[in-house]
């Protein structure tokens, strides 16, 4: 196995963690709203990513602020939509349509690499927009309905991001750094939702929830973007749905969630469309 797709697998451990932060977030949010679960989240994995930072003397300073800037705020505005659609959603459902992000991302690269899409990659549009409809459909209530749509719009969001995170990782920005100026903004942005709008009194009962949110949440992070940055996006993008299958395992598992057959077909065409995507986008041209 070459090194690029060895620095892939990376995206497994991510996907781990990642179907793990699910679980505690839909727990969660049966006391928390999705801006306060986005603080703690934040809050705690800023915390654990200073100080592994000040334990190594590594330095938080860069000349790519605004790089970091554009990723984080994306990144946070993303991060709640995913949120409240997990707190109104099963968990597979909620965290297939965040996964429309490769989707979203191999719609947008060929046009910012200023080549015409290929074929596949239409094909590959049609399939994950019948399987978007699918898991959509209009016989859902209403609620379920605009928590569906803020999902989708949580994976459109994240494709960008990953735009961002990619940029970042061959401009040579290491992984802890992008992910301390993500929880910073994040951090900050929950705090100020917090205080205009809702805030929760803690328990100290609720401590171990929230910290575990944050931690798993930051080695996700940490594990996502070295994906990206040492590895194929191609191979990544297609890796990270394994977070799908793991979200739908813990759903049955701990809350008995089970789709309808064509809600099944519905996650499969939407994996399915992606990592044709992901494989169809072109890649950078170089020299």
Not at 223 to 230: C, G, M, V, W
Request: aromatic letters at 12%; one cysteine or more; hydrophobic letters at 55%.
């Amino acid at each position: 196995m070459n090194l690029p797709k060895l620095g892939s697998l990376w995206m497994l451990v991510a996907a781990f963690f990642f179907a793990i932060m699910g679980v505690l977030v839909k727990i969660g949010a049966e006391k928390f709203s999705s801006a306060e679960l986005v603080f703690y989240r934040s809050l705690f994995g800023l915390v654990f990513i200073v100080a592994v930072t000040r334990y190594h003397h590594l330095s938080l300073k860069t000349s790519l602020i605004g790089t970091h800037m554009k990723r984080a705020i994306l990144g946070f505005t993303s991060l709640i939509c995913f949120f409240f659609a997990i707190s109104e959603l099963p968990l597979a459902t909620a965290i297939t349509l965040n996964y429309t992000s490769p989707l979203f991302l191999a719609m947008a690269m060929p046009f910012m690499l200023h080549e015409k899409p290929r074929k596949i990659l239409i094909l590959a549009v049609i399939i994950g927009f019948i399987g978007v409809s699918l898991l959509l459909k209009p016989s859902l209530h209403i609620d379920e309905l605009i928590a569906g749509a803020i999902g989708l719009l949580s994976g459109a969001m994240a494709g960008v991001v990953y735009v961002h995170v990619t940029q970042l990782g061959r401009a040579g920005e290491p992984d802890w750094r992008t992910v301390f100026y993500f929880t910073l903004v994040c951090t900050i942005g929950g705090a100020l939702w917090m205080l205009f709008f809702h805030f929760t009194p803690l328990d100290w009962a609720d401590l171990p929830l929230l910290l575990g949110i944050g931690v798993v949440a930051t080695i996700a992070q940490l594990a996502l973007t070295r994906a990206y940055r040492t590895g194929s996006p191609l191979v990544v993008g297609s890796l990270a749905y394994t977070t799908v299958l793991l979200a739908s395992l813990f759903g049955i598992i701990l809350w008995g969630e089970t789709l309808s057959p064509d809600r099944w077909l519905a996650v499969g065409l939407i994996i399915l469309s992606g990592i044709i995507s992901v494989r169809a986008t072109p890649r950078p041209n170089k020299g």
